[in-house]
Nanobody, 125 residues
Framework: QVQLVESGGGLVQAGGSLRLSCAAS????????MGWFRQAPGKEREFVAT????????YYADSVKGRFTISRDNAKNTVYLQMNSLKAEDTAVYYC??????????????????WGQGTQVTVSS
């Protein structure tokens, strides 16, 4: 049973930084991708970033490019999302998700099989 557990959310002032973690367990993630998505109040869930567990290749949404960095520690089965220069519009529940790679990059939430429970990020302006 695949499990994804996010942590690291919280309240931060605009311009500040947070690092989210997603600990994965339950299988070997070779040829899998990990994605970060977010959902703000009253809005649909949107893609943030994705990384290949095997190659480390990354892809970002335009809205976070240059501010957010996705990385992984294969030994710990953990993926990180370093978020810098945070803005009020980054406020959302952040979810990690994983899927077997059939195409790259995958930005549609419907393609992801397993999801974490989410962690709240609130940026005060």
């Amino acid at each position: 049973q695949v499990q994804l557990v996010e942590s690291g959310g919280g309240l931060v002032q605009a311009g500040g930084s947070l690092r989210l973690s997603c600990a994965a367990s339950g299988r070997t993630f070779t040829n899998y991708a990990m994605g970060w998505f977010r959902q703000a109040p009253g809005k649909e869930r949107e893609f943030v970033a994705t990384i290949s567990w095997s190659t480390g290749s990354t892809y970002y949404a335009d809205s976070v490019k240059g501010r957010f960095t996705i990385s992984r520690d294969n030994a710990k089965n953990t993926v990180y999302l370093q978020m810098n220069s945070l803005k009020a519009e980054d406020t959302a529940v952040y979810y990690c998700a994983t899927k077997f790679i059939t195409r790259w990059p995958s930005m549609s939430e419907s393609e992801y099989t397993y999801w974490g429970q989410g962690t709240q990020v609130t940026v005060s302006s």
